[in-house]
Nanobody, 116 residues
Framework: QVQLVESGGGLVQAGGSLRLSCAASGSIFSFVAMGWYRQAPGKERDLVATITRGGVTDYTESVKGRFTISRDNAKNTVDLQMNSLKPEDTAVYYC??????????WGTGTQVTVSS
């Protein structure tokens, strides 16, 4: 079992920036992918961004050009830099780690609130 701890959430005005960080309990070097998901009230948990072991990234359309995911295998962390935040980005953000393509591990989430 992989333990994931998110940090960096908070309240920010529209147009502002936040940086989320996810720390894993062990080495993430061999993990096939890590990512960030978000869940707004009354909605399902949706993909925000992922990064593979090889560094290939993928983003949901609504955050392209604004968010950047990065992975540091030496520090066992995955970060999400969020710029030009919008009220619709408000959600609980969850870190995800996949040791294999059939594995999913989740953090407990961090709240991001963007005021208009």
């Amino acid at each position: 079992q992989v333990q994931l701890v998110e940090s960096g959430g908070g309240l920010v005005q529209a147009g502002g920036s936040l940086r989320l960080s996810c720390a894993a309990s062990g080495s993430i070097f061999s993990f096939v992918a890590m990512g960030w998901y978000r869940q707004a009230p009354g909605k399902e948990r949706d993909l925000v961004a992922t990064i593979t072991r090889g560094g290939v990234t993928d983003y949901t359309e609504s955050v392209k050009g604004r968010f950047t995911i990065s992975r540091d295998n030496a520090k066992n962390t995955v970060d999400l830099q969020m710029n030009s935040l919008k009220p619709e980005d408000t959600a609980v953000y969850y870190c995800n780690a996949q040791r294999t393509w059939f594995d999913n591990n989740w953090g407990t989430g961090t709240q991001v609130t963007v005021s208009s």
